[in-house]
């Protein structure tokens, strides 16, 4: 039933994409996604929402042919299982061990299972049962080292009462085992925990609650269980059959639990399913705030930064969502405002997205237009946003900005205020002394904010709408005749300011590939072609160099062309080999990744200090490099020569 | 090394703290109830004697991890007086016209002549030759105390085809002997014993133990029903699945109470019953229900307990098959069935 051979080196999944300490794994040879997903315990006719089923004999008989009677069977479509590595896994000849004995015992036990388990045939190498104890182990190394796909992991639920051990437990598991290996949590858990499980990095849980509870007389439903006998009408098949039935009433359930959660991961919405689940435990209530305050790097750098998926901020979690924590990162970090820019407009953000969208944003331009059209380009305009505190103009179109969704504007939480203070100050720390700040806020929580300019900086502010609402006539009237008045002064500069796209694309790639980078790849030089909404075409010297992608607002840079920045880019891996071969970057092909490539990332493919390709990653550098089979990246562009 | 070391360690530190409150002495315990013997129905008349104790139990391997027997035993037995109560005791239940089984039961081995001296091992035997109506007489031993010497002593006074040693097997496979019990013996001390005893001319019933620590209920059965190939294999006629119930102070109580061990279910001893007697219609498959449908013993969900426990009883004292063919129903079948595989998941496989 298995194809595998031994040192063929291939394990079973592959990741498909990653979020967080999630991802999304597939077979390894047919890219059919498989998790997250749910095991059927035993083996069901109705096989549709199960990713796989045991299929044991039941109850155990005299051994005939026991040694390939127990198998994990994983549901591959027809057409795909003749391509696939495998059908399924074996579990019968795995060796005695007990996973809850005393600890002192179970070390003997455990070095045992290993030295077993490494004895057995390859097919039969498939599952190992990890007890959560040993994760640390350095014996583990010895199962890592195979190409063994799947992890039972077992003691979990002793921690579902202890959020500093569970989380701790889970980011230590990812840290320690290799993206491609799925985890599954075995025997009766809640849907209500899929989610928050599934973002620590839970793969595969089973069906046994439906069996659990349909036993018991408890009819499950999205909002939890209740009795048999009084419970919310359902219309499925099997509640209104002659004969109900509670079991597959009970699985459907638990389908439909998990598909939400499948859908949620392809369309990159996950932490906001998780910030609302949560709610069902204090742990994982709990939980999830260790990971954002603890553990933040651990998942921020598994956490794609290319999506173009809306992000709804619910709660005070969404102001530690990583998506939202990276962006204050690298605008703190990476953004550097043109250096021509006299004056520095500070605005309020707006509901529409993007911002220059807005009602409120077009009175802004038009007041700043009224004001003085030869001052528009010395401009550079900072919008103060929760929960990503600052907007630079340039970034609107960029993920999150252009995609989070606030319920209410203009709340702030002291932690927000102070670390909104920080971020301003140190983007202010790039302009020259002279130039002259306009608030053009209004209300308790910007001016907290602004009022630190004064108090930590020497610039001169003017406040544009101190006693009125932003767009009020009266601060529209105020922002014109100031912006008058300093045209007026001698501030302009001999130099030509560059022109708004420009402006954009430079921040857009310092961004995406690192500080300094937006100025090395674009000249004055560079002409466009293509207007928002569509994808703008970058040129230089009469070739393309470079897409602007309107559904994300990140960049491609063709290979060519980022030679230019190879240095400077912090999204490099680096390639054994000096031509690659396929339309695919292996594992055993990556002599070293950078670990601050996101997945999703475009990353650039360096051989002897050149960049030979362009391609999309899968999964983090942290894991790239973790990763001894599989796919690591997919080519975009390679370079001809 | 047929012992665990560290399992040892932790079974006789449990076995220190919970032995002070050993008795001092204790009087014969007996009963009658119903039996089976090859011929047909039949009485046992079912003695346990006072001794001392399981040598392994004593020993500082600890014994059995799941056994708690010793705590009931005496720390100075008194033989005279254990030989005059058997006597009293066969007097006055012996019927003329009924046929007996004696069991001589010492929660440890009568074989063992630390536990009972040779000459009152001779001195009981002799008590029993006078009865003709006692067509079996059962004993239980360790391997290590059956040798030819052994039963030799006991031929000079009993018809030794009567004899049946009873020895506690509780599994084939030498891994859980050592890592789940601590039996202190492997499975080729058995059958050397087994060869011992059936070429004396006498007879060997094997206990085999559902479910062990450590084990997962999956893989017990699957364990027992491979136990019992191999041990019919050697020539024995009897076996005895002996279901757990959790004994107070032993490893598998702490185990037990730190919620890291369920005792079977009846649905899986209804199973095996049937499983084994289809497979080896003659051997007789003794299936016996300590504590049966409470939490320290074999249960399931509490509403089909009784009726399978006693589904089970009736076949054990009939060896007829068709009672295994009753349809019993209940809701817990599926819950039972989930249990099992999670619980192999989590224990992983044998
Ligand atoms: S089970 Fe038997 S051998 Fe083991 S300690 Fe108890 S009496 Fe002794
Ligand atoms: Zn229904
Ligand atoms: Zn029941």
């Known amino acids: ?641 | 090394m047929k012992i665990n070391k560290n399992l040892a360690e932790i079974i006789t530190q449990i076995r220190n703290d919970n032995l002070e409150s050993r008795s001092h002495s204790r009087d014969l315990v007996h009963w009658e109830e119903d039996h089976r013997l090859r011929s047909g129905a039949a009485k046992a008349i079912v003695f346990i004697l006072p001794t001392k104790g399981c040598s392994w139990a004593l020993s500082n391997s600890g014994g059995c991890s799941i056994c708690g027997y010793l705590y009931d035993n005496p720390q100075h037995p008194d033989f005279e007086k254990i030989v005059k109560s058997i006597r009293g005791a066969l007097k006055g239940k012996i019927q003329k016209d009924e046929k007996y089984s004696i069991k001589l039961f010492t929660s440890g081995s009568f074989l063992d002549k630390k536990e009972i001296p040779t000459e009152f091992q001779v001195e009981i035997l002799k008590e029993i030759a006078i009865y003709n109506q006692i067509e079996e007489i059962v004993i239980e031993s360790r391997p290590e105390y059956i040798s030819s010497n052994t039963i030799a002593v006991l031929s000079e006074v009993i018809n030794i085809n009567k004899l049946e040693i009873a020895i506690g097997l509780e599994s084939s496979n030498n891994e859980i002997l050592r890592n789940s019990i601590n039996k202190g013996f492997y499975w080729e001390d058995f059958e050397k014993a087994v060869k011992i005893t059936i070429d004396a001319g006498a007879r060997v019933k094997a206990y085999l133990l559902f479910k062990p620590p450590f084990v997962s209920e999956y893989d017990s059965t699957k364990d027992i029903l491979y136990s019992v190939s191999k041990v019919v294999e050697s020539g024995v006629d009897t076996i005895s699945i002996n279901s757990i119930s959790i004994h107070r102070g032993t490893l598998l109580s702490d185990l037990f109470e730190k919620n890291q061990y369920r005792p079977p279910w009846l649905w899986s001893l209804f199973l095996l019953c049937k499983e084994i007697k289809t497979q080896f219609p003659d051997l007789r498959v003794i299936c016996d229900i300590v504590a049966g449908g409470t939490k320290r013993g074999a249960h399931n969900c509490g509403s089909c307990d009784k009726d399978l426990i006693e589904i089970i009883r009736e076949f054990t004292l009939t060896q007829d098959f068709n009672i295994l063919n009753k349809d019993v129903q209940c809701s817990c079948y599926n819950e039972w069935k989930s249990y099992l595989i999670h619980e192999k998941l989590s224990i992983s496989d044998l």
């Open chain 1, 1 to 641: 039933m298995s194809k595998i051979k031994s040192g063929d080196k291939l394990r079973f999944f592959q990741p498909l994409s990653q979020i967080g300490l999630s991802r999304l794994l597939g077979e390894t040879r047919t890219h059919h996604p498989i998790t997250p997903g749910l095991i059927s315990i035993e083996n069901t006719i109705e096989k549709e929402g199960y990713s796989g089923f045991f299929d044991l004999p039941f109850p155990p008989t005299f051994p005939k042919n026991r040694k390939d009677t127990e198998v994990l069977i994983w549901n591959l479509p027809d057409t795909k299982i003749d391509k696939s590595l495998a059908k399924g896994f074996f579990l019968s000849e795995q060796p005695f061990y007990a996973s809850y004995v005393p600890d002192s015992l179970s070390l003997e036990n455990f070095s045992k299972y290993i030295d077993k388990f490494q004895s057995l045939d390859e097919a039969h190498k498939q599952i190992f049962t990890l007890p959560l104890s040993y994760v640390e182990s350095p014996l583990l190394d010895k199962i890592i080292e195979t190409d063994c796909s799947l992890y039972i992991l077992t003691g979990i639920s002793a921690l579902f009462n202890n959020q500093r051990k569970l989380t701790e437990t889970f980011v230590k598991l990812r840290e320690r085992l290799p993206p491609d290996i799925a985890i599954y949590l075995p025997g009766p858990i809640s849907p209500a925990y899929y989610s928050f499980l599934i973002y620590s990095g839970i793969d595969l849980f089973d069906n046994s609650i439906a069996y659990y509870t349909s036993k018991n007389g408890y009819f499950l439903t999205s909002d939890g269980a209740f009795s048999v006998d009084n419970h919310p009408p359902c219309y499925c098949k099997y509640c209104n059959s002659a004969k109900p039935e509670l079991l597959k009433h009970n699985e459907m359930i638990l389908k439909n639990a998990i598909g939400r959660i499948q859908y949620a991961i392809k369309t990159d919405t996950l932490r906001s399913l998780v910030e609302q689940d949560i709610h069902s435990s204090v742990t994982f209530a709990a939980s999830l705030r260790l990971y954002d305050n603890n553990y933040s790097e651990n998942i921020q750098s598994r956490t794609p930064i290319i999506s173009s998926a809306p992000l709804k901020c619910i709660g005070e979690e969404s102001f530690s969502h990583p998506s939202v924590v990276e962006f204050r990162k690298r605008v703190k970090e990476r953004y550097t405002p043109d250096p021509l820019s006299k004056i520095v407009l500070l605005l309020p953000c707006s509901a529409k997205k993007p911002y220059s969208f807005s009602r409120s944003h077009m009175l802004f331009r038009k007041a700043m237009k009224d004001g003085s059209k030869e001052l528009l380009n010395y401009i550079s305009e900072l919008i103060i946003t929760s929960p990503l505190s600052i907007v630079p103009r340039e970034l609107e179109n960029i993920f999150p900005a252009r995609f989070y969704d606030i319920p209410v504007t203009g709340q702030w939480s002291p932690y927000e205020i102070d670390e909104t203070k920080l971020i301003l100050l140190e983007i202010l720390k790039h302009y020259p002394k002279e130039t002259i700040i306009l608030n053009h806020t209004y209300g308790d929580g910007y001016s907290q904010i602004t009022e630190s300019i004064e108090e930590m900086t020497s610039f001169e502010v003017i406040n544009t709408s101190d006693s009125s609402h932003p767009t009020s006539k009266n601060s529209l009237t105020k922002l014109s005749s100031t912006l008058k008045e300093i045209s007026q002064r001698e501030i302009k500069s001999q130099e030509r300011s560059s022109v708004p796209q420009l402006k954009q694309i430079r921040a857009t790639a310092d961004f995406q590939y690192g500080p300094g980078t937006g100025k090395l790849l674009f000249s004055n030089a560079i002409k466009f072609k293509g207007k928002y909404p569509r994808d703008r075409q970058i040129f230089y010297e009469k070739k393309q160099v470079a897409t602007l992608h309107k559904s994300t607002g990140f960049l491609s840079v063709f290979p060519q062309h980022a030679q230019k920045i190879i240095h400077h880019s912090y999204n490099n891996l680096k390639f054994m080999d000096d031509h690659i071969k396929g339309s695919n970057i292996f594992a055993p092909g990556c002599a070293e990744a950078d670990n601050r490539i996101h997945p999703n990332d475009e990353i650039f493919v360096i051989s002897n200090n050149k960049i030979i390709a362009s391609a999309t990653a899968f999964v983090s550098g942290l894991d790239m490099n973790k990763m001894t089979s599989g796919k690591l990246a997919e080519i975009k562009k390679k370079v001809r020569n």
